[in-house]
């Protein structure tokens, strides 16, 4: 396929980096393609960032058929602009894809329209410590139909948003608070797929955390409401006494790249890196036994964020001292020093732009 490029006519003006936000801010230009079966994937393009016109009864608003994605493009000290493992984003989405029935797209080629577009948005990607360029690659249903089956019709558009750190309050311990009235999804269903129903099935239990001053919830399993599955927009992991430890992927849990880059180079530094099962009650009585060492979680959003506090029921337990642990600091120092170009990249993880 050959990529059409059509230029803006007019150019936003950029917002101040030290006051970006996350996610408030768009670029001037989006990559397009649509999909039908005569055609399959078919004119892709690069046009100005603009609204999109649908048909009411747009299959997408109905049924909620719709995969997305989330990675960053980072600015080194020499101006440079690279990407963090987005061959793993666009291998992931597709998979997504297959699991809610939506035709999958020619990876390598999405790769190489995305590159010409951050290319072309070049100067939104800021160089302000801690920012960078989110991308949002999103395939939507597009068959104005209302009746339950797959659509036949679909757009693939991604868009671009200058971002400052997730968290506002900067690299520090979050309180998280254990989900015991809601599930978020459950094996065999779609809790593995990055979809819009799993984090519209999130939303309750998360304004309920925060209502309860907590910063996110701390997500069970949607059987048995004992294991440990992930946080709200996170993966999560726990040092116990001096082992590393994260869920094991069950078919209910997303996949995140930035969990097995923690796994890697946890083992890459010959620490003993575990996934399998968790319960919260063994969280709470290694906290109990003094052998509750680290809790934190993984993202593309915040890469690492330390956990402070855990909420369960009526109990509410601390980690460690109060600070951020050694080996979370360690981890998040090391992945944000590969995505900006100021360590060596041990694994092949970075593609240039």
Request: one cysteine or more; aromatic letters at 10%; glycine letters at 8%.
């Given at each position: 396929?050959?990529?059409?490029?059509?230029?803006?006519?007019?150019?936003?003006?950029?917002?101040?980096?030290?006051?970006?936000?996350?996610?408030?801010?768009?670029?001037?230009?989006?990559?397009?393609?649509?999909?039908?079966?005569?055609?399959?994937?078919?004119?892709?393009?690069?046009?100005?960032?603009?609204?999109?016109?649908?048909?009411?009864?747009?299959?997408?608003?109905?049924?909620?058929?719709?995969?997305?994605?989330?990675?960053?493009?980072?600015?080194?000290?020499?101006?440079?602009?690279?990407?963090?493992?987005?061959?793993?984003?666009?291998?992931?989405?597709?998979?997504?894809?297959?699991?809610?029935?939506?035709?999958?797209?020619?990876?390598?080629?999405?790769?190489?329209?995305?590159?010409?577009?951050?290319?072309?948005?070049?100067?939104?990607?800021?160089?302000?410590?801690?920012?960078?360029?989110?991308?949002?690659?999103?395939?939507?249903?597009?068959?104005?139909?209302?009746?339950?089956?797959?659509?036949?019709?679909?757009?693939?558009?991604?868009?671009?948003?200058?971002?400052?750190?997730?968290?506002?309050?900067?690299?520090?311990?979050?309180?998280?608070?254990?989900?015991?009235?809601?599930?978020?999804?459950?094996?065999?269903?779609?809790?593995?797929?990055?979809?819009?129903?799993?984090?519209?099935?999130?939303?309750?239990?998360?304004q309920n955390a925060k209502e309860n001053?907590?910063?996110?919830?701390?997500?069970?399993?949607?059987?048995?409401?004992?294991?440990?599955?992930?946080?709200?927009?996170?993966?999560?992991?726990?040092?116990?006494?001096?082992?590393?430890?994260?869920?094991?992927?069950?078919?209910?849990?997303?996949?995140?790249?930035?969990?097995?880059?923690?796994?890697?180079?946890?083992?890459?530094?010959?620490?003993?890196?575990?996934?399998?099962?968790?319960?919260i009650d063994e969280v709470m009585q290694?906290?109990?036994?003094?052998?509750?060492?680290?809790?934190?979680?993984?993202?593309?959003?915040?890469?690492?964020?330390?956990?402070?506090?855990?909420?369960?029921?009526?109990?509410?337990?601390?980690?460690?001292?109060?600070?951020?642990?050694?080996?979370?600091?360690?981890?998040?120092?090391?992945?944000?020093?590969?995505?900006?170009?100021?360590?060596?990249?041990?694994?092949?993880?970075?593609?240039?732009?």
């Open positions: 396929m050959e990529l059409a490029i059509h230029l803006a006519d007019d150019l936003k003006t950029k917002t101040d980096e030290s006051n970006l936000g996350f996610g408030i801010h768009f670029t001037d230009h989006m990559f397009n393609m649509d999909f039908t079966p005569e055609k399959g994937w078919y004119n892709p393009r690069i046009e100005p960032y603009a609204f999109m016109e649908m048909d009411p009864a747009c299959m997408v608003l109905h049924y909620g058929q719709a995969v997305f994605e989330g990675l960053k493009a980072y600015r080194t000290d020499s101006g440079n602009i690279q990407l963090f493992r987005p061959k793993d984003n666009l291998k992931r989405m597709n998979r997504s894809c297959q699991i809610v029935c939506i035709p999958e797209f020619d990876e390598e080629f999405a790769l190489e329209a995305l590159k010409e577009l951050i290319n072309l948005e070049k100067d939104w990607v800021p160089d302000t410590p801690q920012t960078s360029l989110y991308i949002r690659p999103t395939i939507i249903a597009t068959d104005p139909f209302l009746g339950l089956r797959a659509s036949n019709t679909y757009r693939f558009f991604i868009i671009l948003s200058p971002v400052g750190a997730y968290y506002a309050e900067g690299f520090n311990p979050v309180k998280i608070m254990v989900s015991h009235d809601h599930v978020r999804a459950v094996r065999g269903g779609i809790g593995e797929a990055k979809t819009p129903g799993n984090y519209a099935a999130s939303l309750l239990a998360g001053g907590y910063s996110q919830v701390l997500w069970l399993d949607g059987i048995e409401r004992k294991y440990i599955e992930e946080v709200g927009a996170m993966n999560i992991f726990f040092v116990l006494d001096d082992e590393l430890v994260t869920p094991e992927l069950s078919g209910s849990i997303l996949p995140g790249v930035t969990r097995d880059s923690v796994l890697q180079l946890a083992k890459m530094w010959g620490l003993k890196a575990t996934e399998r099962k968790i319960s290694t906290e109990k036994s003094g052998k509750l060492q680290e809790v934190f979680g993984s993202g593309t959003a915040a890469v690492i964020s330390p956990v402070g506090k855990i909420k369960w029921v009526d109990k509410e337990i601390a980690i460690g001292d109060g600070q951020v642990g050694p080996l979370t600091k360690r981890l998040f120092k090391k992945i944000t020093d590969i995505q900006y170009g100021q360590a060596e990249d041990p694994c092949g993880w970075i593609e240039f732009v």
